[in-house]
């Protein structure tokens, strides 16, 4: 089962909006609405930010979203501020014994 | 506090084994499935294995089936993962990880160090 794709890094300014594509196929993204997402600070373990495509956790931000169109997830974060600086991946469900796949990683840089 | 707290991590000669342990604490452990979850030194996440509450369904990620073996002692609140005929490739961050709701992975460990190396 191949990685799900993801833009190496994105960037973006203090009070900016980014987004982060996340691309599969017709057999994990495109089957199932069950994309998540994580952030992960440097040495630190990753934290659920979104699941089931676009719902947060409690005490997850709203300035971040989820969203799915086809094969393709997206996670947008508004109003960018320094502690949104991280590596967020992107996973999905992917049916049977194949069970989960991540995405490669983005590094978010807050400029 | 809702806590995993992974242990067993070390350096082992490439065919060797381990064993690692997830001790879960203030949450009713039996009532999660759990992964397990790697990252290789500068590399991305990688799902290694699954279990469900009472073990009745096990994945295994291709690049470790046959190798390792995921278990889980409810009545220890424990999670383990032995790690057989190991690789250098295997060399990675190891975590454990709750599946909650829509198979998002809600609480996680801090890690446990696994390098494989003569």
């Known amino acids: 089962q191949s990685a799900l794709t993801q833009p190496a890094s994105v960037s973006g300014s203090p009070g900016q909006s980014i987004t982060i594509s996340c691309t599969g196929t017709?057999?994990?993204?495109?089957?199932?609405?069950?994309v998540s997402w994580y952030q992960q600070h440097p040495g630190k373990a990753p934290k659920l930010m979104i699941y089931?495509?676009?719902k947060r956790p409690s005490g997850v931000s709203n300035r971040l979203s989820g969203s799915k169109s086809g094969n393709t997830a997206s996670l947008t974060i508004s109003g960018l501020q320094a502690e949104d600086e991280a590596d967020y991946y992107c996973?999905?469900?992917?049916?049977?014994?194949?069970?989960?796949?991540f995405g490669g990683g983005t590094k978010l840089t807050v400029l | 506090e809702v806590q995993l707290v992974e242990s067993g991590g070390g350096l082992v000669q490439p065919g060797g084994s381990l064993r690692l342990s997830c001790a879960a604490s203030g949450f009713t452990f039996s009532t999660y499935s759990m992964n397990w979850v790697r990252q290789a030194p500068g590399k991305g996440l990688e799902w290694v294995s699954y279990?469900?509450?009472?073990?009745?369904?096990?994945y295994y990620a291709d690049s470790v089936k046959g190798r390792f073996t995921i278990s889980r002692d409810n009545a220890k609140n424990s999670l383990y993962l032995q790690m057989n005929s190991l690789r250098a490739e295997d060399t990675a961050v190891y975590y454990c990880a709750t599946v909650g709701n829509a198979y998002g992975m809600d609480v996680w460990g801090q890690g446990t160090t696994v390098a494989v190396s003569s």
């Open positions: 279990i469900t509450t009472w073990s009745s369904t096990i």
């Open positions: 017709s057999s994990d993204v495109g089957s199932y609405n069950l």
């Open positions: 996973c999905s469900y992917a049916g049977g014994s194949t069970f989960v796949v």
């Open positions: 089931e495509v676009s």
